[in-house]
T-cell receptor, first 116, second 116 residues
Framework: AQKITQTQPGMFVQEKEAVTLDCTYDTSDQSYGLFWYKQPSSGEMIFLIYQGSYDEQNATEGRYSLNFQKARKSANLVISASQLGDSAMYFCAMREGPAGRRALTFGSGTRLQVQP | KAGVTQTPRYLIKTRGQQVTLSCSPISGHRSVSWYQQTPGQGLQFLFEYFSETQRNKGNFPGRFSGRQFSNSRSEMNVSTLELGDSALYLC???????????????FGPGTRLTVL
């Protein structure tokens, strides 16, 4: 079974509008972390935001916020006021469990294109 | 603070050859993880090194190996290259010391390997 599912291969959004990128996850661990990364065409993975499984508040980082719904196992990324520079691939990732299990499991990604 | 550096950035090899990729983590970081990114399989975890010891390993054949030096720099080696090894190889560093699931990984720009 897929650990991380991103159902939107591609998304378009108008500049200055908000956009939500979907992510659902599957784990039996109580302790886990959810991450979102941005990958521009240059290839480098840029960390955007983190949500811990025990965090009660949704994470926010500037224009990025994470809509965390634990019961539904979803961790959607919301980008407010989209900019042309937001055009990139976006990956949702999860790290499960206790110390020693530190590998990130990535989803297949969503390609976001911001239109002027 | 300098980011994660990877050398070389681009590499072309032929089937059957071997290749060594290098990663220098952020100063003070002791954990280095390697990921393979291909269009077909997406981002997959290869292995993680911490204080010169392999701490975690993904599901890759023995042709893929790595090591870490006392200065935390890491190398990965792929022997007997196959066409399917063509990929972007990403290295990520983190402090690696904490025991929580949060452990932000900072990625390098990647090495793009083409096997002909």
């Amino acid at each position: 079974a897929q650990k991380i599912t991103q159902t939107q291969p591609g998304m378009f959004v108008q500049e200055k509008e908000a956009v939500t990128l979907d992510c659902t996850y599957d784990t039996s661990d109580q302790s886990y972390g959810l991450f979102w990364y941005k990958q521009p065409s240059s290839g480098e993975m840029i960390f955007l935001i983190y949500q811990g499984s025990y965090d009660e508040q949704n994470a926010t980082e500037g224009r990025y916020s994470l809509n965390f719904q634990k019961a539904r196992k979803s961790a959607n990324l919301v980008i407010s006021a989209s900019q042309l520079g937001d055009s990139a691939m976006y990956f949702c990732a999860m790290r499960e469990g206790p110390a020693g299990r530190r590998a990130l499991t990535f989803g297949s990604g969503t390609r976001l294109q911001v239109q002027p | 603070k300098a980011g994660v550096t990877q050398t070389p950035r681009y590499l072309i090899k032929t089937r059957g050859q071997q290749v060594t990729l290098s990663c220098s983590p952020i100063s003070g970081h002791r954990s280095v993880s390697w990921y393979q990114q291909t269009p077909g399989q997406g981002l997959q975890f290869l292995f993680e090194y911490f204080s010169e010891t392999q701490r975690n390993k993904g599901n890759f054949p023995g042709r893929f190996s790595g090591r870490q030096f006392s200065n935390s720099r890491s190398e990965m080696n792929v022997s007997t290259l196959e066409l399917g090894d063509s990929a972007l190889y990403l290295c990520a560093s983190s402090p690696g010391q904490d025991l929580s699931s949060y452990n932000e990984q900072f990625f390098g720009p990647g090495t793009r390997l083409t096997v002909l």
